[in-house]
């Protein structure tokens, strides 16, 4: 057995907290990694310049894993383990050099961590299934491994509890995005029902299978029947209802998009992200006159890492939400620190909304910063040009849409047609999609929705009001168009519109046709059209 063979099955044999490799053997190749446990198992987070790869290794590998990567990608370790630090350095000739000393960081925690009283949830009322979940051991202490995420978890239901305690209402809708083993999700859900005595309906969703059996499991075992699971991406997922919260701990990556943009388009009041790992931006960003920030490698990933949250910050921002950014946790307890904090407000003005958007858009040019939340939310935002003028088109089912479509519709149906049924509000409105195009000045002056049928897989699009100066533009099927991009989006497979007589060729044109018989509504004669996506 070689020295470092030796040293290394001696330090597996111990409990690892956590390690970290550096000084690679080759440059251009890995430039980090660490190590973490993981339930049973251990995490290795391995960085090249761009992009972090992740394996998970079981015990009996560990001990391996870790000479390998001595032997063939970095010189130096810290290894961490409940009682000691190991330096490990391994010499140009080959020589391996080690040091021990006392881990006192351990120690001082270990003292404090099982009897702090001052986090939300006390450890003496602690929810049994922090159990079951490996984060409190059976002598009702917190387990060393998981004390991370047991601070992050109480910190991050204290910054609920800010909220909730001056909201008023009895009941919350929570869906926690890439909720994983859930250790967020159950405390999440013993803070609403025991400790802030609302009623609370929450789904966790996650991509992950087994872990997701296993939480719908815990969820029955307890007893929490308003706690449920869901094993599907972010990107799929429908609520029934529409959510109060959006939660999302460490959703890595893109998912953290995915989740913000879904909260902003069910128009959630609450949401509390806080992301991790930003790729898309550390794998694209380039800029002239910054390049300082993009030449070395680790300076880059951090820059990625704050310009991506500022640019979320800045689209909720756009998208009508108050919005902080706050240090979510001591950085001993995560690196990934960072809370996206926003609220659902009514007060965004088109001025404003349009000085945020210039700002995202240079900083978007100046960085290469095309982000997916980004394209999600503009996507849905576009501009064009009809009669030498600039309009742009909005796409979404936002309350700043629903007041416009409202004043537009009221103007057409109400004051020219006087057609109550297409201009008066009805409950379909509180969960229809709306196209909306706005001339330069932010006033709208065309729009239209799309609301769901009982038939999943249907859409009735409608409510085509184009103020009388705008009628020439074709903006009805610019909006049409639209609107029916996002019903494929949600594969809907047919859509219907019931048109007014006289619009029936604009609708043929467009590819529908009778579906019905006519029918008198209000005096217009109105046909059915359908057509198939
Ligand atoms: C780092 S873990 C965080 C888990 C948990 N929130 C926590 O803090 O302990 C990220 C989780 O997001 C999930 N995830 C990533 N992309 C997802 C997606 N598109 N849809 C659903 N879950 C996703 C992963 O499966 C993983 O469990």
Redesign the pocket.
């Known amino acids: 057995m070689t020295d470092l063979q030796k040293l290394i099955s001696e330090i597996t044999q111990l409990n690892i907290i956590k390690a970290a490799f550096s000084v690679p053997y080759k440059k251009d190749e890995l430039v980090k990694c660490t190590l973490r446990p993981m339930g049973e198992k251990y995490q290795f987070e391995s960085f090249t310049k761009t992009q972090a790869f992740h394996e998970n290794v079981e015990k009996n590998g560990l001990c391996n894993k870790i000479i390998s990567l001595l032997t063939d990608s970095f010189r130096q370790a810290e290894i961490f383990t409940e009682e000691y630090v190991y330096g490990i350095k391994i010499s140009s000739k080959g020589k391996v050099l080690h040091n021990r000393r006392r881990n006192t960081d351990v120690k001082k925690e270990d003292s404090n961590h099982n009897r702090e009283k001052n986090h939300i949830i006390d450890l003496d009322n602690a929810p049994p299934v922090l159990c079951d979940i490996g984060v409190i051991g059976k002598d009702g202490k917190i387990i060393n491994s998981r004390y991370d995420?047991y601070k992050?978890i109480c910190r991050f239901v204290e910054f609920i509890d800010d909220v909730v305690k001056k909201d008023p209402r009895e009941e919350y809708n929570i869906i926690?995005?890439?909720?994983?083993?859930s250790?967020?999700t159950f405390i999440c859900y013993h803070y609403m029902t025991e400790i802030a005595n609302k009623k609370v309906n929450i789904v966790g969703?996650?991509?992950?299978k087994k872990?997701i059996e296993d939480c719908n499991a815990l969820a029955i075992k307890y007893g929490y029947d308003s706690l449920k699971f869901l094993c599907?991406?972010?990107?799929d997922y429908n609520p029934e209802v529409r959510p109060d919260m959006v939660i999302a701990?460490?959703?890595?990556d893109v998912?953290t998009d995915?989740a913000l943009y879904n909260a902003y388009r069910w128009q959630a009041d609450y949401i509390f992200s806080v992301p991790?790992c930003q790729h898309e931006m550390n794998g694209k960003v380039k800029s002239d006159d910054f390049s300082l920030l993009c030449d070395y490698g680790l300076l880059k990933e951090r820059f990625s890492a704050l310009a991506t949250d500022a640019l979320r910050g800045k689209y909720l921002e756009f998208c009508g939400y108050s919005v902080d950014v706050l240090e979510f946790i001591d950085i001993e307890h995560s690196p990934k620190n960072v809370l996206i904090r926003a609220k659902r407000t009514t007060k965004i003005n088109d001025k404003k909304r349009k000085l945020i958007k210039d700002r995202i858009d240079s900083f978007t040019k100046e960085f290469n910063a095309n982000l997916c939340f980004g394209s999600l939310v503009f996507q849905n935002c576009k501009e064009f040009e009809a009669g030498n003028e600039k309009y742009s088109l909005v796409v979404g089912k936002s309350s700043m849409l629903l007041k416009d479509a409202l004043t537009v519709r009221n103007a057409v149906f109400g004051n020219e047609q006087n057609y109550k049924a297409g201009s008066s509000r009805d409950k379909d409105d509180d969960t229809a999609w709306f196209a909306g195009i706005y001339d330069k000045e932010g006033r709208a002056v065309a729009t239209s929705r799309m609301i769901y049928l009982e038939e999943k897989n249907e859409r009735l699009l409608g409510k085509i009001a184009v103020l009388a100066d705008y009628r020439k533009f074709g903006f009805g099927s610019v909006m049409l168009s639209a609107l029916e991009n996002i019903a494929k989006e949600e594969n809907a497979t047919k859509l219907f519109v019931n048109a007014q007589k006289g619009a029936l060729g604009f609708y043929e044109k467009l590819g529908y046709e009778k579906c019905g018989n006519s029918y008198t509504e209000e005096d217009i004669e109105m046909i059915p059209v359908s057509k198939e996506v």
């Open positions: 995420k992050q926690d995005f890439g909720c994983g083993k250790y967020l969703l996650d991509l992950k872990v599907m991406d972010i990107k701990l460490h959703a890595c998912a995915y991790c």
